[in-house]
């Protein structure tokens, strides 16, 4: 039997079934900014008159020592990086319809009719990102801003046009439906991010969609960005999460019943949310002129070790993203992550986790582990996701095949063929790190397969497990004596197999050089999480949320900030015990 890629080791030495799973600044354009606001719109979206991100160069924003932004009565964004080289939509009015030969739309956000409140803010992001003092987040101004009531001026916002597979299938024409692009911000350090706001209402894009996102999703949005940056993960990060009293309709399981939410947006910062679509659509029509305009902005702006005047560049570009993509893979399963929607239009060419949705962390490990329930399939179980990264490859390097000559296409053919090794890899090191493996040792993928074959038919706790490994001495695992506070691996030794697999392990530690207990607990316990957002504790916070409780959201933004480190109010919580009773079949929502 071959293992798929999601899980590279095999346990013939045992003959244990193979374990499943692992598997800028610019310039203000010439451009009569009013010109481009829909009708009925310029009495809503506000223009703020402030100078061109020119201005912070000037005053000295650029450097690193420079003061964070008290107010935003000097901090601009622009969209020119963009509108410069790539093409617009000519038609300026905001309503659905088929888009071609261009990347983007220009729409403006939609503002709520009903008061808006901050839920939330990440300090980090204000103030390490886009140069703003915590403070500016008090102000009116920003709550205008991040809700998309009030446009800077001198930015155009946007809409980004792009098709994709979903669930293996080409879905046509998707595009931003509910976000808006209202800029992009150049640091001190001379770091550009792209600012997009996400439920901000329809755009040419929407579909049959209302433009809106609730407040559930944008909470579980908000937290679990944040808390994926905090592991270590490439990730977009989020900015802010408002709420307002506006009435958003939905079927949140797909099964008939409509209830009524609130509706949110959340400003989400990444450095481009260009993805595999974003170049699919246009291969699918044709537009190859466009095709090769867009590949080299992006080559451009974002890869800079390829030469932009190498004739091989595309090839360059498809090997780095292969390369990136089976690194991200790899980190998603050493935290027990399953994005949930791994359609390629949620596929990022930067290869960060983007468009978080029905996503989840693995409680209990299983391998069939599936967030979504619209997933009736299972396609985008955690144990496939591997596959489904070369899956995704594939369509990208269909999309760029119409550029390259024989010689390129074998030649990025191969590239892709060797995305399993590198998943392998990668995965490789991130497991042995989870149990402090040093060196390079004949059946490490053997031990590695045989914890997570213990683990699967006990149904053990996937993060608690790894993290109790990091706690627990080896005086304690040789006498096979687990305190009750090591609940997972309590769980584990239950099963008739664990004391073999406690001392292949031991052994197997005794090959590390140069090191001790103390040490190897101390080096495990900073890749091994005490905390990540479980389904049940998201579902915690949005139920108080929707109370206008926004407690727990606080609290889970200040433990998902230290993953690593114990948390007495998180200890109090429950964070680190096993799933409490009532969470047990909780089922996450896949209308968002």
């Known amino acids: 039997m071959t293992p798929r890629i999601g899980f590279p080791f095999c346990c013939s030495s045992r003959r244990l079934p193979i374990p499943r799973l692992l598997l800028a600044w610019v310039t203000c354009r010439a451009v009569a900014i009013g010109a481009f606001l829909p009708p ?15 201005s912070n160069q000037q005053q000295g924003y650029c450097e690193a020592e420079a003061r964070l932004a008290a107010s935003l009565d000097f901090w601009t964004l622009s969209s020119d990086n963009l509108l410069a080289v790539l093409p617009i939509d000519p038609v300026k009015e905001n309503y659905v319809r088929k888009v071609k030969n ?6 403006f956000p939609t503002p709520f009719k009903s008061r808006v409140h901050l839920v939330a803010v990440s300090k980090e992001v204000l103030e390490d990102n886009l140069d703003l003092d915590l403070s500016v987040s008090e102000t009116d101004d920003f709550i205008q801003l991040v809700s998309g009531n009030k446009i800077v001026f001198g930015s155009i916002p946007l809409a ?10 080409w879905a046509d024409q998707l595009g931003d439906g509910r976000a808006h692009l209202i800029g992009i911000y150049m640091n001190r350090m001379g770091e550009k991010w792209e600012l997009q706001l996400k439920g901000s209402g329809k755009t040419p894009y929407s579909r049959n969609g209302d433009g809106r996102a609730v407040l559930r999703s944008s909470v579980r949005e908000f937290l679990c960005s944040e808390a994926m940056y905090y592991l270590g993960i490439p990730t977009s990060r989020a900015a802010s999460l408002v709420v307002s009293d506006d009435e958003v309709w939905r079927d949140q399981f797909y099964n008939g019943s409509i209830v009524k939410e609130r509706g949110a947006v959340v400003l989400r910062v990444a450095k481009s949310w260009f993805r595999i679509g974003s170049l699919e659509i ?6 190859l002129d466009l095709l090769r305009t867009l590949l080299d902005f992006i080559i451009q702006e974002h890869f800079p070790s390829v030469d932009i005047k190498e004739p091989n560049r595309y090839v360059e570009f498809f090997s780095i993203v292969v390369s990136e993509t089976a690194q991200l893979i790899a980190l998603w ?6 994005h949930g929607v791994c359609n390629t239009d949620n596929f990022s060419l930067l290869s960060i986790t983007i468009d978080y949705g029905p996503f989840g962390f693995m409680e209990a490990y299983n391998p069939d582990f599936v967030p979504n329930t619209s997933d009736e399939e299972r396609r985008y179980k955690i144990g496939n996701q591997a596959n489904i990264g070369m899956f995704n490859l594939n369509k990208l390097l269909q999309a760029l095949n119409p550029l390259l000559d024989p010689g390129q296409k074998q030649l990025a053919a191969q590239i892709l063929e060797g995305y399993p090794v590198l998943y392998y890899t990668r995965f490789r090191e991130l497991f042995k790190a989870k149990l402090g493996l040093l060196g390079e040792r004949k059946g490490d993928d053997d031990l590695i397969a045989f914890l997570l074959h213990l683990m699967e038919k006990t149904e053990a706790d996937f993060t608690m497990t790894f993290r109790q490994l990091s706690e627990i001495t080896q005086s304690q695992l040789q006498e096979l004596n687990i305190p009750q506070q090591f609940w ?3 769980m584990i030794s239950k099963h008739e197999l664990f004391p073999a697999w406690v001392s292949q392990y031991l052994l197997r530690l005794m090959s590390n050089m140069n090191d001790s207990d103390f040490e190897r607990r101390k080096r495990m316990m900073t890749v091994n999480p005490r905390y990540v ?16 409780d926004f407690s727990e959201v606080y609290l889970l933004q200040q433990v998902l900030q230290h993953p690593f480190q114990k948390h007495s109010a998180a200890e109090k919580a429950g964070y680190s015990s096993p799933t409490p009773a009532w969470a047990r079949d909780l089922r996450v929502s896949c209308s968002s």
């Open 40 to 54: 009925g719109l310029e009495g809503n979206a506000k223009l703020w008159h402030l100078f061109s991100n020119r």
């Open 102 to 107: 261009c990347v983007f739309s220009i729409a």
């Open 160 to 169: 980004h046009r792009y098709g994709g597979h979903q669930f293996g299938i």
């Open 282 to 287: 246009l291969t699918h029509y044709g537009e």
């Open 333 to 338: 399963m050493s935290i027990g992550f399953a």
């Open 488 to 490: 997972a691996l309590k």
């Open 533 to 548: 957002l479980k389904n049940w504790m998201a579902e915690s916070a949005v139920q108080k949320a929707e109370r206008n």
